[in-house]
């Protein structure tokens, strides 16, 4: 068997072919599995996520089903958000590789997904023989083979059967298969699942790697976090080792915290992230991390955030700490639908982080820093929402999907953006002209290079964003740009200059 191949291949120990029954004219049906196997992900994890991210009140509500068991859950669930196929991220080999052989012999849906689920799947998919799915009782292991068994007397198919899923709960199916198909990144893998069934045929499964974590994490925004650190530069307590050290902690610990929401955000979106030109590939979305992984690894971040924040820094940041999850969770669960409320809520959550640089360090943070810094994050929202009004397919109403605007608000939305941007670099000029500045700076003249510089700059982004070069995020294409760079560099040495 070769490596995640896409068309499986069959061990030497194979006794008969694909199709044949045992007695080695008798076609037999194929029984596929649909969560892990036909697709990547699981349906049940993945309808809650959704629901929850769409409307969390209406989540809360089917909890109480849980008591009622899983297959009451999962009809609460399907009842309140249906489940299209559009709405999966195929598993193609397996996919394609079924549909072949359905052209020979049946082929059955066999899921414990809940049944309206697997049969709009099915009919979607039209080469389904038929579907066996929970529907007031779970299809699961034992169950699903006694429904298999059923199923296969009941529309007089052979005996023999074959069976392709992907967990160790499918093995009394595998057992009394004559063929197991098995959705595993090796072969190793797909014999240790069936518990060494003598014909076991590997199908291919998506594996996460470590990078798919990391990037699941999303690292790369962990620049955003150093803004903790501008209270210590602007007050000129930057060499204070200590303060520094603070610093430091609250930066390690803001970014695990941060990680940990970025991987629940991407959970709740996962839907509509698959509807993403770019999004789609992102680890939760490609099906390469399961939710359950994702929701345990989302924890540990926590954990260890709290843990740096009680140990490292100081109650009070622990508990901003604890203020950006709410805040982050309401603009994930409620916020990011609301016209312009939520570019206002995303230049808030910048701003967030120079407050946890003042209360790490010990920095009183200006009023002339919260003033700059919400009008400049709110322009760069601005930005981000005008890209994606600008990239993103509308509906058919022209409302843009998962945001509270339409595709003829881009103009409005760029006009709001360009005066918010412009708006900080009024107010930096009125701070360079303060009394405040002659206290830190002796040359505070020079200061006026950083203006002349910012107004470059916002205007190059904003003139990039209307010609579609844009990348729905403003910071992490500067953090690419080397234009950006220069003229961070031109603005750190105007600072040093002026003092």
């Given at each position: 068997?070769g490596e995640r191949?896409?068309v ?9 072919r694909p ?6 004219g ?13 697709i990547?992900?699981d ?10 991210g ?19 859950f ?5 009842s309140r958000?249906?489940t299209?196929?559009g709405d ?6 397996v996919?394609?590789y079924?549909?072949t052989?359905?052209?020979?012999r049946?082929?059955?849906?066999a ?7 697997a049969?709009a ?46 967990s ?24 240790a ?8 045929v ?7 790697s470590l990078k ?9 925004q962990w620049?955003k976090?150093?803004?903790i ?9 930057i060499f ?12 390690v610990g803001?970014?695990l ?6 991987i629940?955000n ?11 030109p770019?999004k789609m590939?992102?680890?939760?979305a490609?099906?390469?991390i399961?939710?359950p992984?994702?929701i ?5 971040l926590?954990?260890?955030s ?40 995303l230049?808030?959550?910048?701003g ?6 003042g209360?790490?360090s010990?920095?009183v943070?200006s009023?002339w820093?919260?003033?700059?810094s919400?009008f ?14 600008s990239q993103?397919?509308p ?5 843009i999907?998962g ?15 360009v005066v ?5 670099i009024?107010i930096l000029?009125?701070y360079?002209?303060?009394?405040n500045?002659?206290?830190l700076?002796q ?12 107004i ?5 982004i ?8 844009m990348p ?9 740009d080397k234009v ?10 105007a ?5």
């Amino acid at each position: 068997m070769g490596e995640r191949t896409a068309v499986p291949r069959e061990d030497s120990r194979t006794r008969s072919r694909p199709g044949e029954g045992p007695n080695g004219g008798e076609t037999r049906a194929l029984f596929v599995d649909l969560d892990g196997t036909l697709i990547h992900g699981d349906t049940l994890w993945e309808a809650a996520a959704a629901l929850a991210g769409k409307n969390a009140f209406s989540f809360l509500a089917c909890l109480p089903s849980l008591m009622a068991g899983r297959a009451a859950f999962k009809a609460s669930v399907a009842s309140r958000l249906p489940t299209e196929l559009g709405d999966l991220r195929l598993n193609e080999e397996v996919f394609a590789y079924v549909k072949t052989e359905s052209e020979d012999r049946p082929v059955v849906l066999a899921t414990a997904a809940h049944k309206s689920a697997a049969d709009a799947i099915a009919e979607e998919a039209g080469f389904f023989h038929g579907v066996i799915a929970s529907d007031g009782e779970n299809f699961k292991s034992g169950r699903k083979l006694a429904a298999i068994r059923a199923y296969s007397q009941a529309h007089g198919f052979n005996a023999g059967f074959d069976y392709a899923g992907d967990s160790k709960a499918d093995r009394p199916i595998w057992k009394e298969a004559e063929t197991a198909y098995v959705a595993a990144p090796d072969d190793a893998s797909a014999r240790a699942l069936t518990g060494g069934h003598q014909n076991t045929v590997r199908l291919a499964a998506a594996k996460a790697s470590l990078k798919d974590y990391l990037k699941a994490m999303r690292l790369h925004q962990w620049v955003k976090n150093v803004l903790i650190f501008l209270p210590l530069v602007l007050s000129h307590q930057i060499f204070e080792v200590g303060k520094v050290l603070d610093a430091l902690a609250a930066f390690v610990g803001f970014s695990l915290c941060a990680s940990a929401t970025y991987i629940v955000n991407d959970i709740l979106d996962i839907r509509a992230d698959r509807r993403h030109p770019r999004k789609m590939n992102r680890p939760f979305a490609a099906g390469r991390i399961p939710i359950p992984q994702g929701i345990f690894v989302s924890a540990l971040l926590l954990a260890a955030s709290f843990a740096i924040a009680f140990l490292f820094t100081s109650p009070l940041v622990a508990l901003l700490f604890a203020g950006y999850i709410v805040f982050t969770l309401t603009y994930s669960l409620y916020l990011k639908e609301k016209l312009l409320v939520d570019a206002m809520a995303l230049g808030i959550l910048y701003g967030y982080r120079i407050l946890i640089g003042g209360a790490a360090s010990g920095v009183v943070v200006s009023d002339w820093l919260i003033a700059f810094s919400v009008f400049f994050f709110l322009g760069l929202a601005l930005v981000k929402r005008y890209t994606e009004i600008s990239q993103k397919t509308p509906n058919a109403d022209g409302k843009i999907p998962g945001r509270g605007y339409y595709a003829h608000d881009r103009e409005i939305v760029s006009h709001l953006g360009v005066v918010a941007s412009y708006t900080s670099i009024l107010i930096l000029a009125l701070y360079i002209t303060s009394p405040n500045v002659t206290v830190l700076y002796q040359e505070p003249r020079i200061l006026w290079v950083i203006c002349l510089v910012m107004i470059y700059w916002l205007g190059r982004i904003w003139t990039l964003a209307h010609r579609g070069q844009m990348p729905d995020d403003p910071i992490v294409f500067a953090l690419r740009d080397k234009v950006s760079l220069l003229c961070g560099l031109i603005c750190a040495g105007a600072i040093l200059l002026a003092v």
